[in-house]
């Protein structure tokens, strides 16, 4: 099945600087790579998302890029606030029989915390 | 609309002991998913459901159980409940694997 390995497990930055949590997937067959952000006792929100007919997408400062050929993917976080402090997941489709995605497998998270 | 909504909250059970953690969504979703998160780690996924009828097998499904009667309604049976399942458990909904999924509060269940 499908494996996905998050880099690093955590990760402590300077406010107003950036950071860069990286992804790797198994399935080439993968095509949809979200994002998620988990605060302390939260549920799990999406912050972004990628499909594999895109190599980047930004909103604000968050933005995500995708290279396919190296089955990787990463968040980018610029300007970091001390609100950006949370657990981050990232996420990859894997395809069922038939050929259509119908769950996704998360990586294990990374800690980022923001010091003012 | 209330999203995607968990009962209970909180809860203990004695090992061996059974119970049934209620999810429910009121935005029309046909998928619906089971994760459990584990202290310090990330989401497997226990069970799905394409639609009313329909579910499937995740990563982690031995000692759960799942239905889905209803398009609104998924529930997580745990039955002869052991220690390992000690866990903070998360309903989802979505449109469709490739979209958004919601999340509901979760529930925190310890075995002792």
């Known amino acids: 099945g499908e494996n996905v390995e998050q880099h690093p497990s955590t990760l402590s930055v300077q406010e107003g600087d950036s950071a860069v949590i990286k992804c790797t997937y198994s399935?080439?067959?993968?095509?949809?790579f979200p994002w998620y952000k988990q605060e302390l006792g939260k549920r799990p929100q999406l912050i972004i998302d990628i499909r594999s007919n895109v190599g980047e997408k930004k909103d604000q400062r968050i933005a995500v890029t995708l290279n396919k050929t190296a089955k990787h993917f990463s968040l980018h976080i610029t300007e970091t606030q001390p609100e950006d402090s949370a657990v981050y997941f990232c996420?990859?489709?894997?395809?069922?029989?038939?050929?259509?995605?119908?769950?996704?497998?998360f990586g294990s998270g990374t800690q980022l915390t923001v010091l003012p | 609309n209330a999203g995607v909504t968990q009962t209970p909250k909180f809860r203990i059970l004695k090992i061996g002991q059974s119970m049934t953690l209620q999810c429910a969504q009121d935005?029309?979703?046909?998928?619906m998913y089971w994760y459990r998160q584990d202290p310090g780690m990330g989401l497997k996924l226990i069970y799905y459901s394409v639609g009313a009828g329909i579910t499937d097998k995740g990563e982690v499904p031995n000692g759960y159980n799942v239905s889905r009667s209803t398009t609104e309604d998924f529930p997580l049976r745990l039955e002869l409940a052991a220690p390992s399942q000690t866990s903070v458990y998360f309903c989802?909904?979505?449109?469709?694997?490739?979209?958004?999924?919601?999340f509901g509060p979760g529930t925190r269940l310890t075995v002792t």
């Open positions: 399935d080439s067959a993968s095509n949809y």
């Open positions: 996420a990859a489709s894997i395809m069922g029989n038939g050929g259509s995605a119908r769950q996704l497998t």
């Open positions: 935005m029309n979703h046909n998928y």
């Open positions: 989802a909904s979505g449109i469709g694997v490739s979209y958004e999924q919601y």
